[in-house]
């Protein structure tokens, strides 16, 4: 096995386009730029280095193809090559390259497949441009809107529109990328934890049970604006004072919650705009924003209530009103029992621990198990850092998911037993 850990060191190299992983200022990658096109023009040398063929979809998605019979269904797996601003090189580029060498390996076994095996490279996983994720993946799965997303900015005024073209890409031939029920069958995708679960325990391997998706609340709270040497305690609306009480009742009450119910569950007021924020005026207006994440869409709503009641006193109580919006009210992602099950057979087979797990954040793999069945297989990376220059993952870790991957595509596309050590 020790050639392979050198191809994938080789590879995750050659896909984030320098010669040493450790770089001081990260990885800038984002989607549909031209770093981003000169990875995916590495993931096309290597694909075609494996006797694959190449093709790019409509939303510049690029697909590595082992078509072995036009009428069988297709098995994929994959991950993304863009990057956050002075992100990390594993992030997105660990599942790709593992990937691949899944596929190095069942062509180095002369493993026959009798049904197609597809590496995708999602264009634009991360929302650091455009403020909307996994913009390729969305694509293939028919959920992205033509006329909304089109004039979607970065923060230099380009439209989505216009990162398309710059790429070659046609906006228009956008609905070209969804790809139909059947011409899919099951995709597992490997990241890295970006959490400290794993390494913590000792395991392995993450077997990956759901997603955690947001609910975000935006809370105003209207009181009134004056002077703050003329206006007496008791004459005061003042919406600052009224609402603060309820930041700490949100880390109270999710604790609460967590302790009740034994879920995950997170909470953060992470905004706060304060009017007029001036150092001699009362504040007449406080705006706060709230992103709650859970697996489960109950305690999220258990949640809210509380928020909402707890409000509700704030109000009887001060001389404010609160109102409370939610913004974005997510279903989480469950990921397929089934595949769950052979993945975490196959950490067994193979002599490999696993532990089954959620994840925080989102994948390109939660847009693609809205239509087909899905899995998601983590590595462990160094102290759960993520999106940052050091973020690390092992080389050794990168070979035990290629080795659990390379099984999961001989299991699901043949028959033929063979032995991968
Ligand atoms: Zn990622």
């Not at 994938?8 to 990885?27: C, H, P, R, S, Y």
Request: charged content about 25%.
């Amino acid at each position: 096995m020790h050639h392979l850990i050198t191809w994938i060191e080789e590879k995750l190299l050659q896909v984030n386009l320098v010669n040493t992983m450790d770089q001081a200022d990260g990885f800038s990658r984002l989607g549909y730029t031209k770093e981003e096109q000169a990875s995916q023009e590495q993931f096309r040398c290597i694909a075609k280095e494996l006797g694959l063929q190449t093709h790019q979809d409509a939303a510049g998605n690029q697909w590595a193809l082992w078509k072995v019979d036009d009428s069988a269904s297709w098995i994929a797996t994959g991950s993304h090559l863009d990057t956050v601003y002075n992100g990390g090189g594993y992030d997105g580029a660990a599942g790709v390259v593992a990937s691949l060498a899944a596929v190095k390996l069942l062509k180095e076994a002369s493993f026959q497949p009798k049904k197609n095996i597809a590496v995708i490279a999602f264009a634009c996983e991360e929302a650091a441009r455009f403020h909307v994720s996994t913009i390729g993946s969305k694509a293939i799965c028919g959920i992205l809107d033509k006329t909304k997303h089109a004039s979607l900015e970065d923060n230099n005024g380009i439209t989505l529109r216009e990162a398309f073209a710059n790429c070659g890409l046609d906006w228009e031939l956008l609905h070209e990328a969804r790809l139909e029920d059947h011409q899919l069958e099951q995709f597992v995708e490997l990241h890295i934890e970006q959490a400290s679960k794993l390494e913590k325990s000792g395991k392995e391997l993450g077997i990956v049970r759901a997603i955690a998706q947001p609910t975000r609340l935006r809370i105003t709270t209207v009181g009134k604006t004056n002077h703050t040497g003329t206006t007496p305690m008791e004459e005061r609306q003042d919406a600052l004072v009224a609402i603060a009480p309820i930041i700490t009742f949100i880390e109270e009450a999710t604790v609460d919650i967590i302790a009740q119910q034994q879920v995950p569950l997170v909470a953060t007021v992470s905004t706060i705009q304060n009017s007029p924020n001036a150092i001699s005026m009362i504040p007449g207006e406080v705006v706060l924003g709230v992103d709650i994440r859970s697996t489960r869409l109950q305690e999220k709503h258990e949640l809210v209530k509380r928020i909402t009641d707890y409000a509700r006193s704030i109000e009887k109580d001060r001389p404010v009103t609160i109102t409370i919006e939610t913004l974005v009210d997510d279903e989480p992602t469950q990921l397929d029992s089934s595949i769950q099950a052979k993945l975490t057979h196959i950490c067994e087979k193979i002599g490999l621990s696993s532990l089954p797990l959620d994840s925080g954040a989102g994948h390109d793999v939660m847009n693609l198990a809205k239509r087909w069945p899905c899995g998601l297989l983590f590595i462990p990376c160094r102290d759960g850092v993520s999106h940052h220059p050091s973020e690390h993952a092992d080389s050794e870790d990168l070979l035990k998911g290629t080795r659990v991957l390379a099984e999961y595509l001989r299991e699901t596309t043949g028959n033929n037993s063979l032995s991968l050590e």
